[in-house]
T-cell receptor, first 117, second 109 residues
């Protein structure tokens, strides 16, 4: 079946512009996660959705970052007034239900490579 | 101090060797994940553990909750196992995740 998809796969934007990244989780997966990986760095957790609500937003690096999820499916991650340090690969994952301690594996999308010039 | 420590950072092995990657953590957890990131960047979730041991094919993951330690073993290693292996813990509350820095594995034919 279809996996997690993300769009666009690559995005180059000028500093100061807003960008919107999209994630389509696996159908039926109620949990959705956003991570980012900066060049040469490890994975950084950003935010987690259970259904349409985000119990924990503390991983978002600044108030320029926001995320929403509608209909318990598609999620968008928006970065306002982009900065060069926002350049990274943004990864989305989904899992069948609940938080990770309930035994559900996360399935990762291919990522969106964002470059801020 | 990083909540999650992985060792070794880099590992080179000959094809067929038995490989062990270690992960130690310093806080209470609800679960521990092992992720595999291929050179192209794609990430696969290998295991999620809260106790004991799990096995998928040539991969085995163990966790000792009392010692706050997990190991990922690869038996009969193969060049296609070459990847970065990342240990991730989740806390009991708040769905916070903490990532290890990864272990870069290269298996030589």
């Amino acid at each position: 079946g279809a996996g997690v998809s993300q769009s666009p796969s690559n995005k180059v934007t000028e500093k100061g512009k807003d960008v919107e990244l999209r994630c389509d989780p696996i159908s039926g997966h109620t949990a959705l996660y956003w991570y980012r990986q900066s060049l040469g760095q490890g994975l950084e957790f950003l935010i987690y959705f259970q259904g349409n609500s985000a119990p924990d937003k503390s991983g978002l690096p600044s108030d320029r970052f926001s995320a929403e999820r509608t209909g318990g499916s598609v999620s968008t991650l928006t970065i306002q007034r982009t900065q060069q340090e926002d350049s990274a690969v943004y990864l989305c994952a989904s899992s069948l239900a609940g938080s990770v301690d309930r035994g559900y594996e996360q399935y990762f999308g291919p990522g969106t490579r964002l470059t801020v010039t | 101090k990083n909540e999650v420590e992985q060792s070794p950072q880099n590992l080179t092995a000959q094809e067929g060797e038995f490989i062990t990657i270690n992960c130690s953590y310093s806080v209470g957890i609800s679960a521990l994940h092992w992720l595999q990131q291929h050179p192209g960047g794609g990430i696969v979730s290998l295991f999620m553990l809260s106790s004991g041991k799990k096995k998928h094919g040539r991969l085995i993951a163990t966790i000792n909750i009392q010692e706050k330690h997990s190991s990922l073993h690869i038996t009969a290693s193969h060049p296609r196992d070459s990847a970065v292996y990342i240990c991730v813990i989740s806390r009991p509350t708040g769905n916070q995740f903490y990532f290890g820095t990864g272990t870069s594995l290269t298996v030589i034919p």
